[in-house]
């Protein structure tokens, strides 16, 4: 591990003329900027106005990079990267009721979405039914799925032998157990079914956004490792875990220490695994990662690349294992919300592809880009179809992956890479030092440390450190014209409608079997050997709804609760 | 103006205290890096905050305002939880609060604007606004409260 302060040692340079040319460039420099400016990036790393052999040289080649689909995985993962299979693009998609979410589907498949995503409502996300919230609440935000009867309806035109579904999930994972019992009824066998539960880190939960907060911080840890263990076995495609570090980074802490706390939290589900009786060669090849991309370009895509090399050191070292299909740093990215502006929301296409470049740079799997509306309003639709077709321009049109880690080499990101690194694991050391991540969460320090960070960040902006285009600096008079469409919402009529079908859905299932199902989950709750997700699983078939089942759950398993502190 | 409040008030020579100011959240959204940021703006400048964790019920929220005599009410919303809005302003109504002012921040669509502005809220800040340009229409809004509030009025 290189040093932060100086990453690789200046080496002997058998370049001709290079030390006399580099003082001249010195001093023509610093007479023309005089006094030099600070620059840090939003990690907080200086960074210095010219990259050269003195920094990093290719004598480390091997040490640094090496190749594609190898140790050190600087490269990426793959050996032919986004040149034999680009990424997938996949869009969050979910609003209003099932009927329309299918509907929104169709129309961005058909603009080149490669992949299903199903972002469920808040009422969802907090583990009520549509008949348990103010329903003028319902659908704002996601898709409203309370049974097997919604799921069906928002998957009608998707083969589930075919198409890769990320699914908005957490413990218990009711969104997960109707897809496997949707797929039993159309007779697609489990071991073709693949995706992902993107939803289901639970520590990134508790320590930023506090969504799909149902269970209290021990109860989901319990769900969650009965999930893996479950799903490893029987649905073998499919990835149960994504550790976001997302969330993290939206809700304040810088890149390198989004990077750090979600490795750190790679590192206790994968001791939770090892501790429940898992085979960790078994489960780390289902793992995946999902990041924020800024607008800091050099930074993400250094942020990526790092966090590349450390997990392959995490999985060989700490584990011992040598197997890549468990080395492999895969990961989903979505272009960064925080950075988007209320104001000119027009200017927000521009953001999002310089984003979007940074994670593709960076090596990521699959991407979602964000709407130019989002800092308004929840995606409208002609946005939402800008932000898609982004993604087809860069992959299509842009050039982007005729080369594979095309800035590999470089004397910036190469440096970056290696000082990134180092803070990304000066921040490990420090959640390490507190006992590991679920403990470091529990004490509330991860918070504390990412309430920090927002704070300084916001400071920045404040004091014009930082510039927002439209907001301060360029500030113009605002186009009518540039603002969405209201949104549709649900009518009155609508909500109605739903709710009707939800309670006649429950009507006609049979009540004794339902009242056993949820028992079963309680009953399983309290024997450690047995495993709950098989129960949440027999539950949906038997017609259970999300809401009846998270609030067994939670009786059972205990609240969750976010350590609030302002 | 309810009297029983305004005598309350009096007792308690409002100029020396410092604004008292509550900021929470309702709803089902839990996102809080905008409520925090603006707590610790308002805790910095002097100001007295109680911070709750998201998810609270309305009459917790009425409940919460009547026992700390919070002066001003800051909810965050990023996620539609803005429409409950007008339902926290008359039950404030109803338990005598009718005069503390409510704020908003964070996403909220254009066309909701007016509806929150006709239901009584006080001013909505949106994604851009800074800290201390939050800070200094939050102390405006209460200094004009506590004006209002101690304003001799014609009858007496």
């Known amino acids: 591990m290189a040093d932060a302060s100086n990453p690789t040692p200046p080496v002997q340079l058998a370049l001709p003329g290079f030390e006399e040319a580099g003082a001249r460039w010195r001093s023509d420099y610093d007479a023309q900027v005089g006094p030099d400016n600070d620059v840090h990036n939003r990690s907080g790393i200086a960074v210095e106005p010219l990259y050269t052999e003195t920094q990093w040289s290719g004598e480390r080649y091997m040490d640094d990079l090496g190749f594609p689909g190898q140790a050190p995985w600087t490269r990426g993962i793959y050996a032919s990267m986004h040149r034999g299979r680009a990424w997938a693009r996949r869009q969050l998609v979910g609003m209003r009721l099932p009927n329309d979410y299918r509907a929104r589907l169709k129309a961005l498949l058909d603009s080149g979405l490669t992949a299903v995503s199903i972002a469920p409502c808040n009422s969802f996300m907090r583990g009520f039914d549509a008949d348990e919230v103010d329903p003028v609440l319902l659908g704002t935000c996601g898709v409203v799925i309370n049974t097997l009867d919604d799921m069906r309806t928002c998957l009608d035109d998707v083969d589930l032998a075919k198409m890769s579904v990320n699914l908005g999930d957490n413990a218990p994972f009711t969104l997960t157990a109707m897809l496997l019992a949707l797929a039993e009824e159309r007779s697609v066998p489990w071991t073709l079914v693949s995706g992902t539960s993107n939803q289901s880190d639970y520590l990134s939960h508790y320590v930023a956004n506090h969504m799909f907060l149902r269970l209290s911080l021990a109860g989901a840890r319990r769900m969650t490792t009965d999930f893996i263990d479950y799903t490893t076995r029987q649905v073998p495609r499919w990835n149960p875990l994504s550790v976001v570090g997302q969330h993290m980074q939206q809700a304040g802490a810088t890149p390198a220490e989004a990077m750090a706390f979600t490795l750190c939290s790679a590192i206790q589900y994968a001791e939770d695994c090892r501790a429940a009786g898992l085979e960790l060669e078994e489960v780390l090849p289902r793992f995946s990662f999902f990041f924020d991309v800024s607008i800091s370009f050099f930074e993400e895509i250094a942020k990526l690349r790092a966090g590349r090399r450390i997990w392959g050191r995490i999985v060989r070292d700490r584990f011992g294992i040598d197997d890549p299909r468990c080395l492999r740093f895969r990961f989903h990215a979505q272009t960064s919300g925080v950075d988007l502006t209320r104001q000119q929301p027009l200017n927000n296409i521009a953001r999002v592809a310089v984003q979007a470049m940074a994670g593709i740079f960076g090596g990521l799997q699959s991407l979602h880009t964000d709407s130019y509306d989002e800092a308004l309003s929840s995606p409208t639709e002609k946005a939402a179809r800008v932000a898609v077709a982004t993604q087809a321009i860069l992959c299509e049109e842009a050039g982007l992956t005729d080369v594979i880690d095309p800035l590999g080499g470089s004397y910036y990101v190469e440096t970056l890479t290696n000082e990134m690194e180092a803070e990304i694991e000066r921040v490990m050391a420090l959640v390490a030092a507190a006992g590991g991540m679920y403990a470091a969460v529990d004490a509330g320090l991860v918070q504390r440390m990412i309430g920090e960070s927002a704070r300084r960040f916001q400071d920045e902006m404040e004091s014009g450190a930082r510039t927002m285009v439209g907001v301060n600096a360029y500030v113009a008079e605002e186009d009518p014209a540039d603002r969405p469409p209201p949104l549709r919402r649900l009518s009155r009529g609508e909500t109605d409608d739903f709710l009707a079908r939800l309670d006649a859905y429950k009507k006609r299932r049979d009540g004794g079997a339902v009242t056993a199902a949820l028992d079963a989950i309680a009953r399983a709750a309290a024997d450690p050997s047995a495993n709950l997700f098989e129960q949440v699983v027999a539950a949906v078939r038997a017609g259970a709804t999300h809401g009846e089942i998270c609030t067994r759950a939670r009786e059972v398993l205990g609240a969750g609760d976010p350590r609030v502190a302002a | ?156």
């Open chain 2, 1 to 156: 103006m309810d009297s029983a409040i305004n005598t309350a008030r009096s007792q308690r020579s409002p100029a020396e205290r410092p604004p008292k100011v509550l900021i929470t959240k309702i709803g089902l959204d839990g996102h809080d890096r905008g409520s925090r940021l603006v707590a610790s703006y308002l805790r910095d400048a002097g100001m007295e905050v109680v911070y709750t964790g998201p998810w609270q019920a309305i009459d917790h929220v009425v409940a919460l305002a009547v026992e700390e005599d919070i002066e001003l009410i800051g909810l965050s919303s990023l996620a539609t939880d803005h429409m409950l809005v007008p339902q926290l302003i008359e039950a404030l109504a109803a338990a005598g609060l009718g005069e503390v002012p409510v704020v908003v921040g964070g996403i909220v669509p254009d066309e909701d604007e007016r509806l929150l502005c006709d239901a009584g809220v006080a001013r909505i800040y949106h994604p851009g606004s800074g800290g201390h340009e939050i800070v200094e229409g939050i102390r405006g809004l209460i200094e004009a409260a506590r004006d209002a509030a101690f304003a001799p009025t014609t009858e007496s």
